[in-house]
């Protein structure tokens, strides 16, 4: 059976040579082009270390683009071939999941009249599943008490703990890219104290 984080990285390099490698993303000024040259270095380049240490992303621009300039089909068929150490069967679905879904939602939803997708029941929990381990990490930046709840079984998990919690209701997709720092989202209710919930809005989220 095919791993979600797997089916993720397939949609994309589809969607990647759909959309054509001059085409923007939601990350930042990044084309399809250089966010694919960015997957590749993450998987197979040791100078990738600036993602995770950021006193050396200069280091990690600098091969990216370099990584940028080669064949954009070849490029794509290195991500989609999945064959280093973080695709291997258990590491993948821990480190990629996110890794993947972010990034195929930030070539679809950087087109004009996206529409969110309908996942599967068991894709929606692999993602409550990042929700609910690195939430935590990835909410910090607000400084206020959080919640997150999911709109289509009322689970909640607690990301910040305090008074007066924010809490942020919606399915787990539309969660995830909102602790990733995405601005393009659909149906996220938050409720709470107004100057809490303005903090959390505006806080500079993701990695």
């Given at each position: 059976?095919?791993?979600?984080?797997?089916?993720?990285?397939?949609?994309?390099?589809?969607?990647?040579?759909?959309?054509?490698?001059?085409?923007?993303?939601?990350?930042?000024?990044?084309?399809?082009?250089?966010?694919?040259?960015?997957?590749?270095?993450?998987?197979?380049?040791?100078?990738?270390?600036?993602?995770?240490?950021?006193?050396?992303?200069?280091?990690?621009?600098?091969?990216?683009?370099?990584?940028?300039?080669?064949?954009?089909?070849?490029?794509?068929?290195?991500?989609?071939?999945?064959?280093?150490?973080?695709?291997?069967?258990?590491?993948?679905?821990?480190?990629?999941?996110?890794?993947?879904?972010?990034?195929?939602e930030d070539i679809r939803r950087a087109a004009d009249g996206w529409e969110p997708r309908v996942l599967e029941p068991?894709?929606?929990?692999?993602?409550?599943?990042?929700?609910?381990?690195?939430?935590?990490?990835?909410i910090r930046p607000a400084g206020v008490p959080v919640v997150a709840r999911r709109s289509d079984t009322g689970a909640?998990?607690?990301?910040?703990?305090?008074?007066?919690?924010?809490?942020?209701?919606?399915?787990?997709?539309?969660?995830?890219?909102?602790?990733?720092?995405?601005?393009?989202?659909?149906?996220?209710?938050?409720?709470?104290?107004?100057?809490?919930?303005?903090?959390?809005?505006?806080?500079?989220?993701?990695?």
């Amino acid at each position: 059976m095919t791993s979600f984080a797997r089916a993720e990285r397939f949609r994309l390099c589809d969607l990647a040579l759909e959309t054509g490698p001059d085409a923007p993303t939601l990350c930042g000024d990044w084309t399809v082009r250089e966010l694919v040259a960015h997957l590749v270095v993450r998987e197979h380049s040791p100078l990738s270390v600036g993602i995770v240490v950021p006193p050396l992303a200069s280091v990690t621009d600098r091969e990216t683009e370099r990584v940028a300039k080669k064949s954009f089909e070849k490029l794509v068929g290195r991500v989609r071939k999945a064959r280093n150490p973080l695709a291997l069967p258990g590491i993948d679905q821990a480190v990629n999941t996110a890794e993947y879904y972010v990034h195929h939602e930030d070539i679809r939803r950087a087109a004009d009249g996206w529409e969110p997708r309908v996942l599967e029941p068991g894709e929606q929990d692999a993602l409550w599943r990042v929700v609910r381990v690195s939430g935590k990490g990835l909410i910090r930046p607000a400084g206020v008490p959080v919640v997150a709840r999911r709109s289509d079984t009322g689970a909640e998990t607690t990301l910040r703990g305090g008074d007066d919690p924010v809490v942020v209701t919606g399915l787990p997709s539309e969660l995830v890219l909102f602790l990733y720092g995405r601005q393009q989202i659909h149906d996220l209710a938050f409720d709470g104290p107004d100057e809490a919930v303005a903090n959390l809005r505006n806080a500079s989220l993701g990695i």
